[in-house]
């Protein structure tokens, strides 16, 4: 089924995952475009993406994409010449997956606040939704994939798994990528219920239950 029969069946839901993933995406790719200033590459804000706006960090076409079949991604031009440390690519290519553990953490506070002083059924939904979607981005991102966050960050600590084959690399790439979209469910189900398991330890430790 197509994400966008969503928008005939459950409209409000729709909309709130559009709302939810874009919001998510465009901090994922600030965060990198700032580490990089941050770190002496000045390459992303040159070309304007220190910025929420969703046609800048993300595209027409994978806004459509999004609208069309639930999937999106984000795009930064970093210049790992330009920055300061050895270790300056990794932090910048960790800063995204970071961001979206920090909306997962502001979303399971949200959901937790939105429970206990009983808030609409809407608000707590763009929280749950926030929650559970921030950690399959992470997840997915952190994925030893090149191309991906992950692979920045584990090069860097494994200098060696660069020099590995193209071909094998390709190999186990395709691979990976493969199970991660045979069990997105499964990972979207996981994030769900650390969502629901944070929110209620946030009730109970802070907020005196619900």
Request: charged residues 10%; contains cysteine.
């Given at each position: 089924m197509l994400f966008i029969e969503t928008l005939w069946k459950a409209p409000i839901f729709f909309f709130i995952q559009i709302f939810v993933v874009v919001v998510s995406v465009c901090v994922h790719e600030l965060s990198h475009a700032w580490v990089?200033?941050?770190?002496?590459?000045?390459?992303?804000?040159?070309?304007?993406?220190?910025?929420?706006?969703?046609?800048?960090?993300?595209?027409?076409?994978?806004?459509?994409?999004?609208?069309?079949i639930g999937l999106a991604w984000g795009q930064v031009p970093v210049n790992p010449a330009r920055m300061r440390h050895r270790w300056s690519h990794m932090l910048v290519a960790f800063a995204g997956p970071a961001a979206n553990l920090g909306l997962f953490a502001l979303c399971t506070i949200g959901l937790a606040l939105s429970i206990y002083f009983g808030a609409p059924p809407n608000a707590r939904l763009i929280f749950s939704l926030g929650g559970a979607l921030n950690i399959v981005l992470f997840v997915i991102n952190m994925l030893p994939v090149p191309g991906f966050d992950g692979w920045?960050?584990?090069?860097?600590?494994?200098?060696?798994?660069?020099?590995?084959?193209?071909?094998?690399?390709?190999?186990?790439?395709?691979?990976?990528?493969?199970?991660?979209?045979?069990?997105?469910?499964?990972?979207?189900?996981?994030?769900?219920?650390?969502?629901?398991?944070?929110?209620?330890?946030?009730?109970?430790?802070?907020?005196?239950?619900?």
């Amino acid at each position: 089924m197509l994400f966008i029969e969503t928008l005939w069946k459950a409209p409000i839901f729709f909309f709130i995952q559009i709302f939810v993933v874009v919001v998510s995406v465009c901090v994922h790719e600030l965060s990198h475009a700032w580490v990089a200033l941050m770190q002496g590459d000045p390459t992303a804000a040159e070309r304007g993406h220190l910025t929420l706006n969703p046609l800048k960090q993300m595209g027409p076409m994978s806004l459509i994409m999004l609208i069309f079949i639930g999937l999106a991604w984000g795009q930064v031009p970093v210049n790992p010449a330009r920055m300061r440390h050895r270790w300056s690519h990794m932090l910048v290519a960790f800063a995204g997956p970071a961001a979206n553990l920090g909306l997962f953490a502001l979303c399971t506070i949200g959901l937790a606040l939105s429970i206990y002083f009983g808030a609409p059924p809407n608000a707590r939904l763009i929280f749950s939704l926030g929650g559970a979607l921030n950690i399959v981005l992470f997840v997915i991102n952190m994925l030893p994939v090149p191309g991906f966050d992950g692979w920045q960050v584990i090069s860097y600590f494994v200098p060696r798994a660069t020099q590995v084959k193209a071909e094998v690399m390709g190999g186990a790439s395709l691979l990976l990528l493969l199970l991660v979209l045979v069990f997105l469910g499964t990972i979207f189900n996981f994030a769900e219920g650390l969502t629901k398991s944070v929110t209620r330890i946030l009730l109970t430790l802070f907020l005196g239950g619900a």
